[in-house]
């Protein structure tokens, strides 16, 4: 065979393999099309105790894989120190009354238990005294006294919620404290929260798209130093804690205040006193930087008003008005009030072109808060879709 016949094969053969790679690699090209064109990035923001937690929780139950049993006992120390936060607030509900308990054994026990916890493995077994402990509170004639004097303001706002804990401890505790116990989905999602210490990335797959949640939850520090890099997410979910609007926050550095707005301006705000802010205010300045960010110019927002049930029954004895002088309606009327602070938020949007879909949840109740966000992410490729179609504008 002559060199120049050689030559032409070996240049055949070359081209024919840069041909290979060159389909290989856009066929990947088109496949990461394909998949990203069916994948919904959304950001999770929140503000304080606005039930994220349960939120991402009750996705995961109704939408995931749930947990494996591994990742169910990893629970146990998280639910035990559950157990023990809610015995030393009640033990200082009882110091705050300025009161004794029936039995002066049940506040030694307590005592004891709360200034010097055993920590436990995911395997141990809960310390058997702390179920006759709780049998013991269950029927203490002070501390059920104090329990039904939710509307004094002697106590802290948290007060339904320590005894709903409380009370969830003893009705379980023949099975929380069996040597075999197994955490349920109950048991996670009242029970182990757990703080988060960075970004916590969910992924869920419905109706064949698949949405992909960035929760940054557990990402500290000023907001302008991290949040471009979300700028292409597909819309940004809010939650807010209705029950919020009475309850107050330590006036410290740190999320959401680092984050600038002209929010306490254009809400007729009154500054912080005693050191404290109003965690409604809080969560509706943190939501107006958000909305009208830079980085989220045309970004949609989906806004849930969660914690509908506490509410509802918080406004009984504790009026939206005494709190938030605008508002007009009826003071015990929940679909009302919540109808107010929807209207509050939307009106901190800026951009009257940028959608905002807001709805009431109750995580109490379970509420299918991803199949809400799933309709409104229809909703949303069908007006774009509309607009390519007719080149709106």
Not at 237 to 260: K, M, R, V
Not at 353 to 381: E, P
Request: contains cysteine.
């Amino acid at each position: 065979m002559s060199r120049k016949l050689l030559t032409s094969c070996c240049l055949d053969s070359e081209r024919e393999r840069a041909a290979e790679r060159s389909r290989a690699i856009e066929a990947q090209l088109k496949a990461d099309r394909v998949k990203k064109a069916a994948e919904i990035g959304l950001l999770l923001l929140g503000g304080p105790k606005s039930g994220k937690w349960r939120i991402t929780s009750q996705m995961r139950q109704n939408y995931g894989k749930g947990y494996t049993n591994e990742q169910r006992l990893c629970f146990r120390p998280v639910i035990f120190e559950a157990l023990i936060k809610v015995l030393r607030e009640v033990l200082e509900l009882v110091m705050l009354s300025g009161r004794l308990f029936d039995d002066v054994e049940t506040e030694m026990d307590l005592r004891t238990t709360v200034l010097y916890p055993d920590p436990i493995s995911k395997s141990q077994p809960y310390p058997p005294h702390l179920e006759k402990l709780l049998a013991k509170l269950n029927v203490d004639k002070t501390l059920n006294e104090i329990f039904n004097d939710a509307s004094s303001n002697k106590y802290p706002n948290s007060l339904p919620e320590i005894h709903s804990r409380l009370l969830y401890f003893h009705t379980n505790a023949s099975r929380l404290f069996q040597p075999s116990y197994l955490p349920t989905d109950a048991d996670i999602l009242l029970l182990g929260k757990k703080s988060l210490t960075s970004l916590a990335e969910y992924s869920f797959v419905i109706n064949n798209l698949t949405y992909r949640i960035l929760d940054v939850g557990g990402i500290k520090g000023d907001r302008r130093k991290w949040l471009h890099c979300f700028e292409n997410v597909n819309a940004i979910l809010f939650i807010c804690s209705l029950s919020g609007y009475d309850e107050f926050l330590i006036n410290e550095p740190g999320p959401p205040s680092t984050f600038p707005t002209q929010a306490s301006s254009s809400q007729g705000m009154s500054p912080p006193k005693n050191g404290y802010r109003n965690s409604m205010m809080e969560t509706l300045k943190l939501f107006e930087a958000i909305v009208n960010s830079q980085w989220f110019v045309k970004t949609p927002v989906v806004l849930f008003l969660n914690k509908m049930g506490e509410f509802s029954n918080k406004i009984k004895t504790k009026p939206v008005k005494k709190h938030f002088p605008q508002y007009k309606g009826n003071p015990e009327c929940p679909k009302e009030s919540a109808a107010f602070f929807a209207r509050r938020f939307k009106k901190l949007n800026k951009n009257p072109k940028k959608d905002i879909y807001v709805h009431i949840t109750d995580t109490g109740k379970n509420d299918d808060v991803l199949g809400k966000v799933a309709k409104n992410i229809q909703d949303m490729i069908l007006q774009q879709n509309l607009k390519s179609m007719f080149f709106l504008v």
